[in-house]
């Protein structure tokens, strides 16, 4: 029989879950948008970000705004990567309810001030604190398993990758269409308001509005942590390792040293360690694809460009997430349970390569024609992405067993962000060259750039292979 300590909220809320048998349907919602909230601000960037530079007037030329847009998209990830450990530190001692708190906040704030930035320094700060202090990614995760009963755990779980799918259809969709409303809407907005003097900050207003209201509901949401353990235990080293603690069952916590040792046994443990990395060079490809293409389509016409505004590449973008939706709830739980996991991953990476390799030619069409074919192969690409990352997810989970899951994720979202970093920068400079050598000495400048980038797919179709990589044996 559970014992449950007077004045410890989690003790509180598994007495109160011990009582109710039913899904917290309200704390589920709530987690849903917070998640939500925290993921728009990433999304939404991608449709204007292009226009935002070029206005900012820090580029000497058209051809480098590429350069200095990639060091915005990496800024993000690059604080996040800094900040991940310490966060759950912070949420394992003090609670997850003040880091959700905290994360929601920053986004209110430093979304809001991106939005007002008059200088591009001022974007590269605001965009960093706001990665800095949204540590939002591990906390929401051991949340939402923590917040519900044993048996509801995987429906919480999924909830936040379910508001992720949203937040790359609903993102875009702001940015592109709210974006630079005073020339869009210039009969709602003028040019004389805040809105026509800083065409950007009404995207980010709208997502920081959403997110008051997200830090609202935070008001209702019950602290989940057993306060009373740290009288005499260490805290985790990472968030990520509550997903999984055994602690809730009525065992006792590893110590610091135990933890350690267990860690280490992990990098040690080669069917994981293969599958992380496999995550990294995919994540890398994915970020990288999502700023040059939100870079090359509103580019001009003699860079090779399509021309496109920031609404077009909104639509192209929303319509893409809303297919990944449908295709990650309806058809990828079947094609997995049938076919397996790596059949459908070494697919979606040929078949990935191919789409790319189209990409510059695309240049080549005009009007209703180039709408269309963008839209199919941006759906199919990103498509091609769920399939990897969720056969990846799903590959690191089953290497290790269920008690050291959480901390298995820990490392895996930690080397994610430093890839996810390097990944926006590294485009950004190369679609800077490419637009400055639009004809080169054996390929135009964008063939070379999605050749460059279809090679972060082929080393990772490469590494899925024997003997770098083999099934975990719960797979086989």
Known sequence: MKLFKEGCPGCRLDEINNAKTGIPYLNFFYIWVVCLCSTLPIQSLFPYLYFMIRDLKVAKQEQDIGF?????????????????????????????????????????????LFGLSTTYWMAIVTRGLLGLLCGILGPIKAYA?????????????????????????????????????????????SQESIFGRFPYFLP?????????????ACIWLPETLHMHRYNNVEASDGMEAQVADSSL??????????????????????????????????SLYDTAYYEIFSLWAVSS??????????QDVGTVLAISGFGIFVYQLVIYPFLAKYVGLMKPFRSAAVLSILVIATYPFMANLHGMELKVLVNIASLLKNIFAATITTACNILQNTAVTQEHRGVANGISVTLMSIFKAVGPAAAGILFSWSQKNV?????????ILYLLLNMAAVIGLALTFKPFFSMPSAMK
């Open 68 to 112: 200095y847009a990639g060091f915005v998209g990496a800024t993000y990830f690059l604080a996040r990567t800094i900040s991940a450990v310490p966060w759950g530190m912070f949420a394992d001692k003090y609670g997850r309810k003040p880091c959700i708190v905290i994360s929601i906040l920053s986004v209110i704030i430093f979304n809001t």
């Open 145 to 189: 398993s923590e917040v519900c009963r044993k048996e509801h755990q995987a429906l919480g779980i999924s909830l936040v990758t379910s508001s992720r799918a949203i937040a790359f259809v609903i993102g875009p969709a702001i940015g592109g269409f709210l974006s630079q409303p005073a020339n869009k809407y210039p009969n709602v907005f």
């Open 204 to 216: 980010c207003f709208v997502i920081s509005v959403l997110a008051a209201g997200a830090c609202v």
């Open 249 to 282: 069952d009525g065992k006792p916590k590893q110590s610091w040293s135990e933890r350690f040792a267990s860690t280490k046994s992990l990098l040690k443990n080669w069917h994981l360690m293969s599958s992380i990395i496999l995550y990294c060079i995919f």
């Open 301 to 310: 016409r003699k860079y090779h460009g399509l021309s496109f505004t920031s």
């Open 439 to 447: 004809i080169g000495l054996f390929l135009p400048g964008d063939h």
